[in-house]
């Protein structure tokens, strides 16, 4: 029940952290100069027209109830002008209406649009044309993909290096596996991109130069073309994991239970698979599940590196398009990461309790 | 039991396998008898091809059902294209298109798909001698034919009128690559489609602005039921009947005037029938109504509207004007930069503050309530109350308050119909504005009277030469209107078109056919079996190429070690390959008509205030910016930059540029002759660099060619000459003290314009800075020129931020486009896309001599007006220099004599070289690598053709013997 309680709470407190930094990243990319620059032989009258079609010419807070909650269509019964036959038609400016439509009052509005619908606007910069969602669900599992890929090879291996760094501290296994650990967190990502890519494609050729994403996120494919991607993010996962759980680990061994648990009879594998393996994963494991939330938003250099046509890029994008922000997108991504990072806190904190029954959240 | 489910399993058993038998029989008998089954080639029931017995016509397609004969059934002479093997045109850009809608397109990219899959009524080829290019018939039969006569009065052609409606007869069997008909009415769908005013495509303004072709009516189409300015209150005739009286306005619902219906409106960015001169011009520039006479002295007096005398200006002893101003004592000078600049001196803000209240960007002016009122357009609507402040604002332009001017037209008896000049002049500048009314399709100069014949009819005349068929080398922004209605979606209120964004989405008509398509990752196409080109007979031995691929890679090193192992057709060399690849065989130089400049903002106004906000990069040193907008100053940092070592630093396949129009444009588009081979555009650039009486016989060049190869535009000792002069005058007006002399902290501060993240503007601003650090050496700027970076600018706007006088220079900014017509082309010198803004070009006047008589206009006039094909009066300039009396009407469109336009425009050229505001610095250029395998058609770059493209790129080998012969060559090939 306190978890419960807990965990109702902090939703509500989520949904008002969501809404304060919805709104103030909705004002701020609307003040952003926002009109294009006088080209040679453009209309530019024209280019008002869309914008004034889009709203953009409406205050901001205006465009912010149109954003969530749509615009107001106004149908009534008119006349196909090629075909002579009666149909619905549908307005959405009150002033449009026909004069007679609009003095008899013989039309009916309902709304349309808005992100309570399901609408989260048009791309007008990036994906000309094209939902925003769409474009989003599209990239989103190549993304995922390759950082499930990177998760599902770096995690056991970053957790079996720290184990047997922690149990062989101070042999050579350990001070191998640290000195690895100190190189490969050093360096960033890209680096070893560059030093694979530089290997594996120009010099020897075995892998190709970006991933084959043609055949979608989960095929045979794309995993074969993007050995050199998961590598490059691998190491640096690998290197991560292996420290904390070695520290843990080390520190887990030398507690009084452990010795314990060997007195009992168990073996120093048996011990530390079932004893100092479970206490040590309390601050590991929300580790993992934050690096698995965390899949969500890509890495943009090692996708731009190696043709993965993900998300990563598309935030920063969608920020800096020319001639204008491409607001939708932008505004897109600001829910659905400020969604994400508030989420991974609370399921981060729940998460403690699940691996350690000690830690009880909401109690008090 | 079992034997009933035996004899089941058997009735089963027979009827599948008569049912299948029966479904072969039936679809064969349909092929064969029934005729009109098939579907775009293919029958409907079995998927077996068109098996009509009747053969096929001319263009290969089937008699009987009119579908096209399948590739694999072809034999010679129906289609040419017979080679099995694949030829893949391989490249590796950084970008690829996520949007390829004709209608709506706004990235370069776009064209990687729409190149191929798109064809036009008109094209470029070769002529016989494959030396230069032609314009031919691709979709249309033949070429168009003036129909005008048959339209006389409708669509606006009058009686007597030609060249305005146009009839284009399209070949027959056009398809859409789904094997779709392309009709006239296609076209004209299509056309629709692009003007839906719902829709206010991004490209609908290409049929009645970009360009010279203009369809009748398509402009009013697409914006009805939008508010539109419609014409000013008064033309530009300033015919006596047209002026209002004020007393006849009406208020609106909201408070706006009305006059017949319709609102009165003010565009702060048009002056109305004063032609270019809008609010926004005279803010910046200043103005002076009420004319000039000449003193007994001699001396210019320049007087207000109330006729007293503000300034005056001294005459030389050639009787030329100076540009020296004083106040009306003849002693206290007022001139600051350029001639009409004069008022900001704080020593006659006095006299003229009607001019300075309009000054300062319109803060705290008279005017400013009307910038306040307006919308996003710079549109006012005029309530009384607005009105009134823009009688008083044209009051202020002429000097004076309204009560002053109002008074002063009284006494001079300035009437119009009875009525006080004073309070009517604003509807000189004022439009009549209201919500467009709708607008018929019908009413719409674009439509199709037969199956294959369209008709143009066209807002402005065009006879039938080079550029009406290079304006006709279009497809009219033809879509496959079914498709593209399906991706039309108002659900949520708002118009959204997905058409053209992926393979489901997009029907094509090009050579290619879009085959595989995954958002910045990769585009495939193959040959589009249902193009015409592939049966047409003069088209054979053209389109190798099977496949186009494109992989998004975005670095360069994978894209050249990509191309080295033979997976890229063509490589774009950068500036660190160059040295690598300078002598190899495979080199290719690709000339672009840009030329790049280095613009400068010498407005003392804007420097003073930026000057005033800017922190020193020394602590405690004062900051001086307006020695800008001091001519020499300007100049000596164009002539102390190193062009040559410039180039090689930022952009070795760069040229030096030494005159504002590049090698690559057209004079003559009929011959193919350059501009930059006339004579009259060689003496622009040996005017402007001081080589004219440089070259002959007897000379020190041989002639102008050997003349101009001189030109280096790096004259160090000149620029420090010039640097010495400018620090001179700006001790002597005051703008560094004595006092800052003495102490030495003074820095002469520069900030550069450049986008923040790309590294030819990282390069050049440190070249920049250091090319200049060290060309003041030995001058009294020495140690004192300091630059900053403003990194805050966008990418393809930033040109904005000097008009609007937030950075001192831009470098590496220019023009590209309208390579075929260099004369409509001067106009961003002029007009609204201008670098400089800040000098008027409607003031700064030019004499040219024409015809035996010297001519005086202005640079716009010249420029925006007469080479436009508008008439300009001259007054003509005796040999003292000074107005005969005689006025002369010109015009220089394209139906004057080439050489009256070759002169105007070079002149022109010089000209605005010469106001040192703007300077030539690079030519546009790049380099590539062409693979091995492919060979171009020409070794020469054709304007309108390049090497032959898509075309007529052939190949040494299929992809697969290739394959082998770069295995062979151990795998990476060595085109040093």
């Not at chain 2, 099977?546 to 890679?553: E, M, Q, S």
């Not at chain 2, 070259?695 to 640097?723: C, H, N």
Request: glycine share 8%; aromatic share 14%.
């Amino acid at each position: 029940m306190y978890l419960f309680k807990y965990v109702l709470k902090r939703i509500g407190l989520m949904l008002m952290s969501f809404i304060v930094i919805f709104t103030m990243c909705f004002v701020l990319i609307k003040l952003l100069p926002n009109m294009p620059a006088e080209s040679f032989g453009k209309d530019m009258e024209l280019i008002k027209q869309r914008r004034e079609l889009l709203g953009y010419d409406k205050p901001i807070m205006q465009q912010y109830w149109i954003y969530f909650f749509g615009r107001t269509a106004y149908e009534y019964e008119g006349v196909d002008e090629e075909t002579g036959k009666p149909e619905t038609k549908v307005v959405y400016e009150k002033k449009k209406l026909p004069e007679d439509i609009l003095e008899s009052e013989t039309y009916t509005t309902r709304n349309v649009g808005g992100v309570i619908r399901g609408y989260f606007g048009t791309s007008e910069v990036l994906y000309l044309g094209q939902d925003v969602w769409d474009v989003f669900a599209q990239k989103v599992p190549y993304t995922v993909a390759i950082n499930v890929y990177t998760m599902v090879f770096a995690v056991p291996l970053g957790l079996a290096l720290g184990m047997i760094a922690a149990t062989n501290k101070n042999k050579w296994p350990d001070h191998l596996i640290s000195v690895g650990v100190i190189v490969f967190v050093s360096v960033p990502s890209f680096i070893y991109a560059f030093l694979i890519k530089y290997i594996f494609y120009i010099k020897l050729d075995i892998f190709p130069p970006f991933v084959d994403a043609i055949n979608g996120a989960f095929s045979w494919e794309f995993l074969k073309s993007a050995v050199m991607p998961i590598a490059s993010m691998a190491f640096g996962t690998i290197a991560g994991f292996a420290r904390y759980t070695r520290a843990e680990l080390t520190e887990v061994l030398t507690s009084e239970f452990m010795l314990l648990a060997r007195t009992k009879g168990l073996s120093k594998g048996q011990a530390t698979l079932r004893h100092a393996l479970r206490n040590a994963m309390v601050p590991i494991f929300p580790m993992i599940l934050g690096e698995f939330v965390g899949v969500m938003s890509g890495s943009l250099i090692i996708e731009q590196m190696f043709t993965i046509p993900g998300v990563g890029a598309l935030y920063i994008s969608s920020v800096q398009a020319q001639p204008t922000p491409d607001y939708n997108f932008f505004l897109l991504l600001t829910g659905f990461y400020t969604l994400i990072g508030l989420s991974a806190g609370i399921i981060s904190d729940i998460s403690y309790g699940i691996i350690d029954p000690r830690i009880r959240m909401g109690a008090r | 039991m079992k034997k009933t489910q035996k004899s089941l399993a058997l009735v089963l058993t027979l009827a599948l396998v008569l049912s299948a038998l029966f479904t072969l029989v039936a679809c064969q008998t349909t092929c064969d008898k029934e005729g009109h089954k098939f579907e775009k080639g293919i029958c409907s029931v079995c998927g077996e091809a068109c098996a009509h017995p009747d053969g096929y016509d001319e263009l290969g397609r089937c008699k009987v059902c009119g579908t096209f004969k399948p590739v694999a059934d072809l034999v010679d002479g129906d289609y040419w294209v017979r080679d099995e093997k694949k030829y893949s045109y391989r490249m590796a850009p950084s970008d690829l298109p996520t949007s390829w809608n004709l209608h709506t397109y706004q990235s370069a990219s776009s064209t990687y798909i729409l190149d191929y899959t798109s064809d036009s009524l008109y094209g470029f080829d070769y002529n016989e001698a494959g030396d230069a290019y032609v314009i031919v018939p691709e979709m249309a039969e033949d070429y168009p034919v003036d129909v005008s006569a048959d339209y006389v009065g409708k669509y606006g052609i009058a009686e007597g009128e030609e060249n305005k409606a146009y009839s284009i007869t399209l070949k027959q069997g056009l398809r859409f690559d789904n094997g779709d008909p392309i009709t006239a009415e296609t076209f004209v769908e299509s056309m629709k489609l692009l003007l839906a005013p719902e829709a206010a495509n991004y490209r609908a303004d290409n049929v009645y602005k970009s360009g010279n072709l203009k369809i009748y009516g398509s402009e009013n189409y697409v914006k009805q039921g939008s508010y539109a300015l419609l014409n000013p209150i008064v033309s530009e005739d300033y015919l006596d009947e047209e002026y209002i009286d004020p007393a006849n306005f009406t208020a609106g619902p909201d408070g706006t005037l009305q006059y017949e219906g319709k609102d009165l409106a003010l565009d702060l960015n048009s002056g109305g029938s004063w032609s270019s001169n809008s609010l926004l011009d005279y803010g910046d520039a200043g103005y002076y109504g009420a004319g000039y006479d000449y003193a007994e002295d001699g001396y210019i007096q320049y007087v207000d509207a109330t006729g007293a005398v503000r300034v005056v200006r001294k005459v030389g002893e050639d009787g030329a004007p100076t540009k020296e101003y004083f106040l009306p004592d003849r002693t206290t000078v007022v001139y600051r930069g350029s001639q009409y600049d004069f008022y900001y001196d704080e020593a006659c803000t006095k006299l003229i503050e009607g001019c300075e209240a309009l000054s300062a960007k319109w803060q705290y002016g008279v005017a400013q309530p009307l910038f306040d009122a307006a919308d996003e357009k710079g549109w006012v609507k005029l309530n009384a109350e607005l009105m009134t402040v823009l009688q008083e604002t044209i009051a202020a332009l002429h000097g004076v308050t309204l009560e002053q001017y109002a008074a002063a037209c009284e006494a001079a008896g300035k009437k119009v119909n009875g009525i006080n000049y004073a309070y009517v002049e604003c509807q000189e500048m004022a439009y009549f504005a209201k919500e467009m009314d709708a607008y018929s399709w019908d009413d719409v100069g674009f439509f199709a009277p037969s199956e294959y014949e369209l008709v143009v009819v066209l807002k402005n005349a065009m006879e039938d030469n080079f550029y009406l068929r290079y304006e006709l080398c279009t497809n009219f922004f033809l879509v496959h209107p079914e498709t593209y209605k399906s991706c039309i979606d108002m659900s949520s209120g708002l118009y959204t078109n997905n058409y053209g964004t992926s393979i489901d989405t997009f029907v094509g008509y090009g050579p290619y056919k879009l085959t595989t398509y995954l958002a910045d990752s990769k585009i495939e196409l193959t040959r589009n079996e249902y193009w015409r080109g592939y049966y047409e007979i003069e088209k054979q031995g053209q389109y190798q190429t099977t496949h186009v691929v494109y992989n998004k890679v975005n670095d360069e090193a994978t894209r050249l070690a990509m191309f080295l192992k033979g997976e890229l057709e063509s490589y774009g060399l950068t500036d660190a390959d160059m040295a690598d690849y300078i002598n190899s065989d495979y080199l290719y130089y690709n000339n672009s008509e840009s030329t790049w400049f280095l613009a400068m903002n010498p407005d003392f106004k804007t420097l003073e205030a930026n000057q005033k906000t800017a922190t020193p990069v020394t602590p405690d040193n004062t900051v001086v910016k307006t020695i800008l907008d001091i001519k020499e100053f300007r100049q000596a940092l164009s002539y102390s930059l190193d062009r040559e070592a410039f180039n090689l630093e930022l952009s070795p396949t760069s040229g030096v540029a030494k005159a504002l129009l590049s090698e690559m444009f057209i004079a003559d588009p009929e011959s193919g002759s350059f501009y930059r081979t006339t004579d009259e555009a060689k003496d622009a650039i040996l005017n402007f660099w001081g080589l004219a009486d440089q070259w002959g016989e007897g000379k020190k060049y041989e002639d102008r060619d050997a003349a101009i190869d001189s030109i280096t535009g790096f004259d160090p000792e000149g620029a420090k000459v010039l640097f010495q002069a400018a620090y001179d005058k700006a001790v002597e007006r005051g703008d560094i003290t004595a006092e800052m002399i003495s102490s030495g902290k003074w820095e002469l501060q520069i900030c550069i314009g450049k986008p923040a993240d790309a590294s030819y503007y990282n390069k050049g601003y440190e070249f920049l800075a250091k090319c200049w650090t060290d060309a003041v050496k030995g001058t009294d700027f020495e140690g004192h020129l300091s630059f900053i970076q403003s990194q805050v600018l966008g990418s393809t706007s930033f040109g904005t931020y000097l008009r609007e006088g937030f950075v001192d220079i831009l470098f590496g900014v220019g023009y590209s486009g309208s390579m075929f017509d260099p004369f409509s082309f001067m106009d961003v010198f002029t007009g609204s896309l201008q670098y400089d803004p800040f000098t008027d070009k409607t003031q700064h006047t030019l004499d040219i001599e024409i015809d035996g008589k010297v001519l005086r206009a202005s640079l716009y006039d010249w420029t925006s007006v007469c080479l436009q094909g508008d008439e300009i009066e001259c007054p003509v300039i005796g040999a003292d220099g000074e107005p005969t009396g005689q006025k002369v009407k010109i015009s220089a469109g394209v139906d004057a004599p080439a050489k009256r336009r070759l002169l105007i425009l070079s002149s022109v050229e010089t000209a605005i070289m010469e106001l040192a505001n703007i300077f030539p610095i690079q030519t546009d250029a790049t380099a590539s690598l062409r693979c091995m395998r492919v060979q171009y058609k020409t070794e020469e770059y054709i304007l309108g053709l390049g090497r032959g493209g898509i075309t007529y790129y052939t190949y040494a080998m299929d992809d697969e013997a290739w394959a082998k012969y770069v295995q062979e060559q151990g795998g990476e090939l060595d085109y040093k």
